[in-house]
Nanobody
């Protein structure tokens, strides 16, 4: 079955960096767009970034443009989110996401806390 496992979250000071990684299995990874979402306490889940299957076309939320970079390694079935210049507003649980023919799948999430 489809499995998405996130790692790399933690606590970081404002201005710091973190790299999140999502390991995927159970589907042909290279054929599908992969996305990162986040959900802060009391807020709706929002799209952070996505990367296409062909050509790796990327899309970012306005709030993270220029600070976050999404990338994928089709040989390793992983998608990463490099987060630089982190702000307290980036504090959230970050989720990996994929839509396949069988449905939409989420990872368990990884907590990112930006605090001094």
């Amino acid at each position: 079955q489809v499995q998405l496992v996130e790692s790399g979250g933690g606590v970081v000071q404002p201005g710091g960096s973190l790299r999140l990684v999502c390991a995927a299995s159970g589907f042909t990874f290279s054929l599908y767009t992969m996305s990162w979402y986040r959900q802060a306490p009391g807020k709706e889940r929002e799209l952070v970034a996505s990367i296409g299957s062909v050509g790796g076309r990327t899309n970012y939320a306005d709030s993270v443009k220029g600070r976050f970079t999404i990338s994928r390694d089709n040989a390793k079935n992983t998608v990463s989110l490099q987060m630089n210049s982190l702000k307290p507003d980036d504090t959230a649980v970050y989720y990996c996401n994929v839509w396949v023919e069988r449905g939409r799948y989420w990872g368990q999430g990884t907590q990112v806390t930006v605090s001094s």
